[in-house]
């Protein structure tokens, strides 16, 4: 058989038109000789390593766990691996990781990390480096993002406490430094003056439940004082953030949702264990469209949307109703 015919046949690329039995006599040799392609002669003649880097800022966070591997697994169907690197948030590391990436030459980069002004992304962009931006976005127009409506989803936290009877509601909200942190802050502001309300804003240092509960903590001994009434809800700019102000709220003797009501966002596994009203956001279809448009923009397919915004609904749960009802508020 001829080597262009062998070579052919084990190409995984699409337009090799051979027959099956061909494809199935070649398949069975190299399994029998345990033949394995060079991957480097692949980079070569495609001038593309089909790796693709990833960048988080918490690989334990269980909200990032489910967009990277929505982003995997829709990488690797595309026959792309995935590089994973966990950055902590911290911009120093984030520009070592970025660096070492593009030194062992992968193709493009998503990145989920979360602060605004970001000189990393400058720097990609400046270059003309393929990224995709995942779960925020960094202000450049013709940037690649894969998001949600952070301030309509937000509003519609408030609409329910509203709904509830509530007029004092408490926002932690995540870093404002972050795109996510001001939408979702912006969103809470803008829907409490559309209803009339009173709604205070204190923030997180991170999205962390730590943080949610050393600025609940603050809210509970401090804040509240000064407002001269405490909050009857409270809503974190994520689950791990309304996990943490749970715990502080149990600190001050306020029960939830007996005195408190309490909303979280993004569904994470830890919200439906608490039985946390949030904001069903789906982390697999995030990071599996964040591949996608970023494989579309190395491989020159056409690209209609750059800026995907993925729907959220508000789920009600006990933490603001007293009783686990699940439903799905678009």
């Known amino acids: 058989m001829h080597p262009s015919t062998v070579s052919r046949a084990l190409s995984a690329e699409p337009g090799h038109l051979l027959r099956p039995e061909t494809r199935a006599r070649v398949a069975a040799a190299a399994d029998r000789l345990d033949y394995r392609p060079s991957a480097i002669a692949r980079s070569l003649r495609l001038q593309r390593t089909l790796t693709l880097g990833m960048l988080v800022p918490d690989i334990a966070n269980t909200f990032l766990a ?3 591997k929505g982003a995997e697994e829709a990488a690797h169907a595309r026959g792309y691996s995935l590089v994973l690197c ?7 590391r984030e520009a070592t990781y970025i660096r070492v990436l593009r030194e062992r030459e992968v193709d493009g980069v998503l990145v989920a990390s979360t602060r605004m002004a970001d000189a990393t992304i400058a720097d990609l962009r400046a270059d003309g480096f393929p990224f995709v931006l995942v779960n925020r976005a960094a202000g450049g127009k013709d940037d690649l993002v894969v998001t949600v ?3 309509a989803a937000a509003a519609l936290v408030v609409d329910h406490l509203v709904a509830l009877g ?9 870093p404002r430094s972050t795109t996510t942190g001001s939408e979702r802050a912006a969103g809470v502001a803008a829907a409490a003056r559309r209803h009339g309300v009173d709604a205070r804003i204190v923030e997180a240092e991170t999205w962390s439940e730590a943080a949610g509960h050393r600025a609940a903590r603050e809210l509970f001994q401090v804040i509240q004082p000064i407002w001269g009434s405490r909050p009857t809800a409270v809503f974190g700019a994520n689950d791990l953030i309304a996990l943490g102000a749970r715990r502080a709220a149990t600190e001050a003797r306020l029960s939830v949702p007996g005195d408190l009501a309490l909303a979280g966002f993004n ?3 830890e919200a ?9 956001v789906a982390p697999e279809e995030m990071g599996a469209r964040a591949a996608g448009l970023l494989i579309a923009r190395l491989e020159g397919q056409p690209i209609a949307d750059r800026r995907v915004v993925l729907p959220a609904a508000l789920v009600v749960r006990g933490s603001t109703t007293g009783a686990a009802l699940g439903r799905r508020i678009a």
């Open 66 to 68: 489910g967009i990277i």
């Open 86 to 92: 966990n950055t902590g948030d911290l911009a120093e």
């Open 149 to 151: 409506d952070n301030t």
């Open 166 to 174: 509530h007029t004092r509601i408490a926002h932690v909200a995540g």
């Open 267 to 269: 569904d994470t596994p």
């Open 272 to 280: 439906l264990l608490a039985d946390l009203t949030t904001i069903h």
